[in-house]
């Protein structure tokens, strides 16, 4: 069974400033998704990021970036520039295909990131 | 783009009552996934469906059922309403190896 880890509860980070969410996960498998997730006040559940781990190259949207480490099998998210609209729970998650071709979700227990003006 | 579509978004139900959450997965998708969020908790597994049959099943209680119909919308059932069931549910839907994408969810009070 996989499992995603997020070993940093709660963050905060000051506003136009970068923070790094970390996130581990444990496969066995070679081919496989990650995605970052964000739930601001709202929840509203977000996509972020999304990360194929055939890709070498680490994936990009605006502001967020990602480190995937295969390898190491560490899945981190960097935001720069942070602005207070960035306040949320951030979820980390591996898909992979399971059995009979559907898609298996495993979810990290969440970021809390706090901007602080 | 069309996205998951959850209904009803509020909900307000007396315990022992029974609840109805319906899902529109976003078109061509083949798998729908229900998630419980509770206040200040993270987003529970429930049950996943792939091309109409039950592909996954997490912590759902035996008083809740689900299903994926002929044109791949899905619903939750929920029975014998309690208290702890008040919460915030999710339903994603996601095609083979792309992206998971969430409704905006259903919110369910118990009183």
């Known amino acids: 069974a996989q499992t995603v880890t997020q070993s940093q509860p709660e963050m905060s980070v000051q506003e136009a400033e970068t923070v790094t969410l970390s996130c581990t996960y444990d496969?066995?498998?070679?081919?496989?998704?990650l995605f970052w997730y964000k739930q601001p006040p709202s929840r509203q559940m977000i996509l972020v990021i999304r990360?194929?781990?055939?890709?070498?190259q680490n994936a990009t949207e605006n502001r967020f970036s990602v480190n995937f480490q295969k390898a190491a099998k560490s899945f981190s998210l960097k935001i720069s520039d942070s602005q207070l609209g960035d306040t949320a729970m951030y979820f980390c998650?591996?898909?992979?295909?399971?059995?009979?071709?559907?898609?298996?979700?495993?979810f990290g227990t969440g970021t809390k990131l706090q901007v602080i003006p | 783009a069309a996205g998951v579509i959850q209904s009803p978004r509020h909900l307000i139900k007396e315990k022992r009552e029974t609840a109805t959450l319906k899902c529109y997965p976003i078109p061509r998708h083949d798998t729908v996934y229900w998630y419980q969020q509770g206040p200040g908790q993270d987003p529970q597994f429930l049950i996943s469906?792939?091309?109409?049959?039950?592909?996954d099943k997490g912590s759902i209680p035996d008083r809740f059922s689900a299903q994926q119909f002929s044109d791949y919308h899905s619903e939750l059932n929920m029975s014998s309403l309690e208290l702890g069931d008040s919460a915030l549910y999710f339903c994603?839907?996601?095609?083979?190896?792309?992206?998971?994408?969430f409704g905006e969810g259903s919110w369910l009070t118990v009183v």
């Open positions: 994603a839907s996601s095609a083979i190896e792309s992206t998971i994408y």
């Open positions: 496969t066995s498998e070679s081919n496989y998704y």
């Open positions: 998650a591996f898909m992979k295909q399971g059995e009979g071709g559907y898609q298996k979700v495993t």
């Open positions: 469906f792939y091309e109409k049959m039950q592909s």
């Open positions: 990360q194929e781990a055939y890709k070498q």
